[in-house]
C-alpha cells in the first residue's frame, strides 16, 4: 500500500545519486533513495528500481556524485501501485541535464473504497428513514395491527426502527444524570458517540488511509480531531451532572470523594489496556507505558470536577442576554476557576518556552530527526518530551511516535504526556463552559447556539493569532503530538460548531434522533475498553488475503466499528451500561 515502482535510467555518463523529501516535512533533509551507475555506453542507460511514497507529494533531487553537481530536482506526486520512469539525459549544453518522469503503467485509485463505503452506509440510511416513514403510515399500522392481532405488535410498529426511545434513560457518564431524565439532552450523547465511533475507526487503522492516521508533527487530520471533542464533551457532562447533584442534595464532599474514586479507575483501567502483555502474565514495570488516553481523561476529568464543585451553583437563575454582563456570563460567575486554568496555562507557556533542555534550544517545538535541517535530531517534542523522560523515564513513554514516519525520529515520545495534560484540561474546561451555558439558557435555544457559535468564533480566532494561519509557521503550531495551546482552542472551536449543528438538529428541531451514534455516546467507557481488549479478536479482526490493499483494511475496519455500534444498541435495549 501507498508505494509506486520508480525506475531511474540514466543516461549520462556519471553516475546519479538520487535522493527524496517529503512536502509534508518542513525544513528537512533529503533521504538518500539510492544510486545509479554511470551509462555503459552513448544511447544506452542504465537504470535502477526504488520504491517511492504515494502517500504526499515528493521531490527527488538528482545529484552526481563525482563533483556533487545537482542536476535537478523533480517534485511530484506518485499514484499507488502506479509503474515510473525518471529519464535523465544530456541536452545539448553539457552543463545541463533534462530530468522528466513518465507514467509507464497507470496507478490504482486508491480513494475508491471510501467513496463505495460512503455511498452503502449512506443506502443503508436512506432505506432505515423510508422504512420509518412507511411504518408509521397509519394504513400500513391498521394492516400489521389486523394481521397479528397483537398489541405486541402495535408497540414495534410504534417505535423508531432503531431509533433510540425518547423515555427516561439511564446515564452511562463518568458523573451521574439529571435528575430528570427526559430532559437529558440526546445531543450531548450524539456527539460522544460520534468522537468515540470516529476514535474506534482510526484506532482500528482507518482503512490505512494517511488522513484517519494521526499527522507526522504539525497540522491536522480526521485521526487527531476525536480525543479532544471526546473530552470537550466530558467537560460538558460534568457541568450538567454536578448542577444537578448540588440540586438534589448531596454534598460537595461526597462528590469529592466520587470524584477521586472515579479518576483512580480510569487511570488503572487505561495503564491496563495500553500495556495488553497481562494477558500473558504479570505486567513488567521494565517497560510499562504510564501515560495513555484513558489517564488523560482521569487527571482532566479529577481537576475540573474538582475545580468546578468549588465554584458551581446549588440554585441557578435563567439568565437572558438583557444583563449588561452577560456577553461574560460564563467567566464572571465562575471567576475563580477560570483564574485556576490562567495559572496552569501560565505553567504550560513558561515550561514549553523557558525550560532548558540539555543539547537542545530553549522553547524548541520541532520534531526533531531530519526536520529543522537535522540540526536537532534528539529533540523530538523539546520540553514535553524532556519532563516525561524526567518524571516516568524512557522505558515508560510512547516508543513509536508519529514522527517517526516523516520525520524519522529516533527518540521516544508520548502523545499523551505530562505537560500536555495540562492542555487537555482546558480542553475538557471548555467543554464545562458550554455546559454551563445550557444550565443558566436552558430552554433558551437561540441564546445557547449563539453563544456557542460567538465562543467558537473567539476561540477560532485565537487559532488564527497563534498560527499565523499556517502549518508550521505561527507562533504556536497546531500540534496534536505536543497538545499545544493552538491544538486545543482550534479544536475546542470545531467542537462548539459540531455541538451547535447537532443541538439545533437533535434537540431543538428533533429532525434526527441521534441513532446509531447515540448509543455508544451511551455507553461509552464500555465500548472504548472494549475496543481495545478485543481488537485482536475475530470477528474484529481476521486474516487477510490480501494484506496491502486498501480495500480489505477498509472493510476489517468498517466492520469491526459497525460491530461496536451494534453491541452498543444491544446493550441499550437490554438496559446493560456500565458506570464507573
Not at 546519479?16 to 545509479?36: A, D, E, I, P
Not at 465511533?197 to 487503522?205: K, Q
Request: glycine content about 8%; hydrophobic content about 45%; proline content about 5%.
Amino acid at each position: 500500500m501507498d508505494e509506486a515502482l520508480l525506475t531511474v535510467k540514466n543516461e549520462l555518463d556519471s553516475e546519479v545519486v538520487v535522493s527524496w523529501v517529503s512536502q509534508r516535512c518542513y525544513q528537512c533533509l533529503y533521504q538518500r533513495l539510492g544510486v545509479v551507475p554511470a551509462a555503459p555506453s552513448l544511447g544506452q542507460p542504465s537504470s535502477a528500481d526504488f520504491v517511492v511514497s504515494t502517500q504526499h507529494e515528493i521531490t527527488l533531487e538528482l545529484n552526481s556524485s563525482a563533483v556533487s553537481l545537482g542536476h535537478c530536482k523533480v517534485p511530484f506526486h506518485f499514484g499507488e501501485h502506479g509503474n515510473y520512469s525518471l529519464w535523465v539525459k544530456n541536452l545539448p549544453d553539457p552543463s545541463l541535464v533534462n530530468c522528466t518522469i513518465v507514467t509507464d503503467a497507470d496507478p490504482v485509485n486508491s480513494y475508491m473504497p471510501i467513496l463505495v463505503a460512503f455511498l452503502v452506509f449512506v443506502g443503508l440510511a436512506v432505506v432505515f428513514a423510508i422504512g420509518r416513514v412507511i411504518l408509521g403510515l397509519g394504513v400500513v399500522k391498521s394492516i400489521l395491527f389486523r394481521i397479528s392481532g397483537s398489541m405486541e405488535t402495535e408497540r414495534l410498529i410504534n417505535s423508531e426502527l432503531g431509533s433510540p426511545s425518547r423515555a427516561a434513560e439511564p446515564v452511562t457518564d463518568i458523573l451521574p444524570s439529571l435528575p430528570n431524565p427526559s430532559k437529558r439532552l440526546r445531543s450531548l450523547d450524539t456527539f460522544r458517540g460520534i468522537s468515540l465511533v470516529i476514535m474506534i475507526f482510526v484506532n482500528y487503522g482507518g482503512g490505512r488511509y494517511w488522513f484517519f492516521r494521526h499527522e507526522s508533527w504539525n497540522g491536522l487530520t480526521v485521526a487527531d480531531l476525536v480525543f479532544p471533542w471526546f473530552v470537550f464533551i466530558m467537560g460538558t457532562s460534568i457541568a450538567l451532572s454536578i448542577s444537578s447533584l448540588l440540586r438534589t442534595g448531596s454534598t460537595r464532599w461526597s462528590l469529592l470523594r466520587k470524584v477521586v474514586w472515579r479518576s483512580m479507575q480510569l487511570f488503572i483501567i487505561g495503564v491496563f489496556i495500553i500495556n495488553p502483555n497481562y494477558c500473558h502474565g504479570p505486567l513488567s514495570w521494565d517497560n510499562l507505558r504510564i501515560p495513555g488516553v484513558l489517564q488523560r481523561l482521569a487527571w482532566s476529568y479529577l481537576v475540573v470536577a474538582t475545580l468546578d464543585l468549588l465554584v458551581a451553583k446549588g440554585h441557578l437563575d435563567v439568565l437572558t442576554m438583557d444583563a449588561w454582563w452577560s456577553p461574560a456570563l460564563e467567566i464572571l460567575l465562575y471567576w475563580p476557576a477560570w483564574l485556576c486554568m490562567l495559572v496552569l496555562e501560565i505553567i504550560w507557556l513558561c515550561l514549553t518556552f523557558l525550560l532548558p533542555v540539555p543539547n537542545c534550544p530553549t522553547g524548541y517545538l520541532g520534531p526533531g530527526g531530519i526536520g529543522d535541517m537535522g540540526l536537532y535530531a534528539n529533540c523530538t517534542g523539546g520540553a514535553a518530551a524532556f519532563i516525561d523522560r524526567w518524571l516516568l523515564g524512557e522505558n515508560h513513554i510512547y516508543q513509536t511516535p508519529s514522527s517517526r514516519v516523516i520525520y524519522a525520529t529516533r527518540m521516544p515520545y508520548d502523545p499523551e504526556g505530562v505537560l500536555g495534560s495540562i492542555n487537555s484540561i482546558l480542553m475538557a474546561f471548555l467543554g464545562l463552559q458550554a455546559g454551563k451555558i445550557i444550565l443558566h439558557y436552558r430552554d433558551l435555544h437561540t441564546s445557547i447556539m449563539s453563544r456557542f457559535l460567538i465562543w467558537g468564533l473567539f476561540l477560532g480566532f485565537l487559532s488564527a493569532v497563534m498560527t499565523k494561519c499556517s502549518a508550521d509557521q505561527g507562533f504556536i503550531p497546531v500540534n496534536k503530538n505536543l497538545w499545544s495551546l493552538s491544538y486545543v482552542t482550534t479544536l475546542a472551536c470545531f467542537a462548539f460548531v459540531l455541538l451547535v449543528a447537532i443541538y439545533y438538529t437533535v434537540d431543538v428541531k428533533k429532525w434526527w434522533s441521534g441513532a446509531p451514534f447515540y448509543y455508544p455516546g451511551m455507553n461509552s467507557i464500555l465500548v472504548y475498553v472494549g475496543h481495545e481488549v478485543f481488537e485482536e479478536y475475530f470477528p474484529f479482526r481476521w486474516h487477510m488475503t490480501n494484506s496491502q490493499s486498501h480495500v480489505e483494511h477498509l472493510t476489517q475496519n468498517l466492520v469491526a466499528t459497525s460491530l461496536w455500534v451494534l453491541i452498543s444498541y444491544v446493550l441499550y435495549k437490554k438496559k446493560i451500561f456500565w458506570k464507573i
